[in-house]
């Protein structure tokens, strides 16, 4: 896991995001680790996702910013930069 407080001394920019709104999307893209752990960080953790996002939303791949927030989602918590399990979403049906 990266080190909130030092995300947030460089931080030039922030996306602000809901925890819980975004579980959904790391499920859609198969992050079911991600999902359950981002329920339980801190604010000041999830600012920090805000920062890294914000570094992606910025990149010229022209992400879709919940794509974005999720890939910040899995590099705050494993500590490096990796691609989503799944290109694209997968929602599941309701029952």
């Known amino acids: 896991m990266l080190d909130a407080q030092q995300i947030l001394l460089n931080a030039r920019c922030t996306v602000s995001f809901s925890p819980r709104d975004l579980v959904r999307e790391l499920l859609a893209y198969g992050e079911i680790d991600a ?7 801190d604010p000041q953790a999830v600012a920090a996702i805000g920062v890294l996002a914000s ?5 010229p791949e022209n992400l ?21 399990k799944r290109k694209r979403r997968l929602y599941q049906k309701k029952a």
Do not use: T, W
């Not at 999902?35 to 960080?41: D, G, Y």
């Not at 570094?55 to 990149?59: F, K, L």
């Not at 879709?64 to 989503?84: H, M, N, S, T, Y």
């Open 55 to 59: 570094n992606h939303y910025s990149a």
């Open 35 to 41: 999902a359950e752990k981002l329920m339980q960080l």
């Open 64 to 84: 879709i910013l919940d794509k974005a927030i999720c890939l910040a989602v899995v590099e705050f918590l494993e500590g490096r930069v990796r691609p989503l």
